[in-house]
C-alpha cells in the first residue's frame, strides 16, 4: 500500500538520528523488499512509498524525508519528471537543498540514466546491487554526496570516451543549470575549493558537493577541470577571472 509507514519500534532520540526515505516504484513487491531491507538498518527508516511518479512528488512533499529512492519508469509519471520537479528550484523554495533523488536503473536504461542526469539526480544505484550498497547510497546521498553505481559509471565513460575529442558541451548546455549551480561553476573556475565556496556563497560544505556533483554530471564531463573549460569556453567567465 502506497503512504506513510510506521517504521520499526523506535526511541524518540533513536528516530530523530535515522535517516527517513520514501520509496518510489510500481512494483509493490520491489518496494516491500526495499523497505524491509532498509528497515533491518539501525540508522533508516522508510516513512512513505509511492506507486508512480506524481504520487511520489505528492508523498516527498508532505513527509520531507533525508533521501528519495526513485524508480525509472513508472506509470503516471515516470522518475525522470518526478525528479525534475523534487530538484526544482520552485519545489524547494524555502529549503537550503534539494533532497537528494537515489534512481534504481538498470543495464538497458541508458538514456533514462542521461535524462535523469540532466533533471538533477544526484545518485544512481542498479536495481540488483547487493543490499549493503543501497544503504552506502543512501547515507552517501544524505551526507552532500553523490553516488554512481561502478557500472553506470563504466558505461557512462565508454560513451564519453567514444565521442569525438575534445568533447566539450556547447555554451547551450549551461542551460541545464540553476542559478546555484552557475555561481558554483564560476567559482570552481576561479580555482575556488569547496570550503571557500562554502564560504563564498554562505552555503555548508556539504551542499557545495552536491552542487559540484549535479555540475558534473549536467555537463557530462568527469572532472573539475573539464568544467572549468566549459565555464570559459560558454562565456560565463572571463580569461581575466570575471563572472
Known amino acids: 500500500m502506497d503512504g506513510t509507514r510506521s517504521g520499526a519500534p523506535a526511541s524518540a532520540g533513536e528516530a530523530d538520528r535515522r535517516l527517513r526515505v520514501v520509496l518510489v516504484d510500481d512494483e509493490a513487491l ?9 528497515e533491518s538498518e539501525p540508522d533508516m527508516v522508510v516513512v512513505g512509498e509511492a506507486g508512480d511518479g506524481r504520487a511520489g512528488v505528492e508523498a516527498v512533499a508532505g513527509l520531507q524525508p533525508d533521501v528519495v529512492v526513485m524508480d525509472i519508469r513508472m506509470p503516471v509519471m515516470d522518475g525522470v519528471a518526478a525528479t525534475r520537479i523534487l530538484t526544482s528550484e520552485e519545489f524547494n523554495s524555502g529549503r537550503t537543498e534539494a533532497i537528494p533523488v537515489l534512481i534504481l ?4 536504461e541508458d538514456e533514462a540514466v542521461h535524462a535523469a542526469l540532466r533533471a538533477g539526480a544526484s545518485g544512481f544505484i542498479l536495481k540488483n546491487s547487493a543490499p549493503r550498497i543501497l544503504a552506502s547510497a543512501i547515507r ?22 567514444n565521442r569525438p575529442e575534445p568533447f566539450l558541451p556547447t555554451p547551450a548546455e549551461l542551460d541545464e543549470l540553476t542559478r546555484r549551480e552557475r555561481e558554483v561553476l564560476a567559482a570552481i573556475a576561479m580555482g575556488m575549493n569547496n570550503t571557500q565556496i562554502a564560504a563564498k556563497l554562505f552555503l555548508s560544505e556539504a551542499t557545495v558537493k552536491t552542487h559540484v556533483h549535479r555540475i558534473l554530471m549536467k555537463l557530462g564531463v568527469a572532472d573539475r577541470a573539464q568544467a572549468v573549460a566549459v565555464a570559459y569556453r560558454s562565456g560565463l567567465v572571463k580569461p581575466d577571472g570575471r563572472s
Open 30 to 38: 520491489i518496494r516491500a523488499g526495499l523497505a524491509l531491507l532498509l
Open 105 to 108: 536503473t538498470t543495464f538497458n
Open 140 to 161: 552517501a546521498l544524505a551526507e552532500g554526496a553523490g553516488w554512481l553505481d561502478p557500472n553506470v559509471t563504466r558505461k557512462l565513460l565508454d560513451e564519453f570516451s
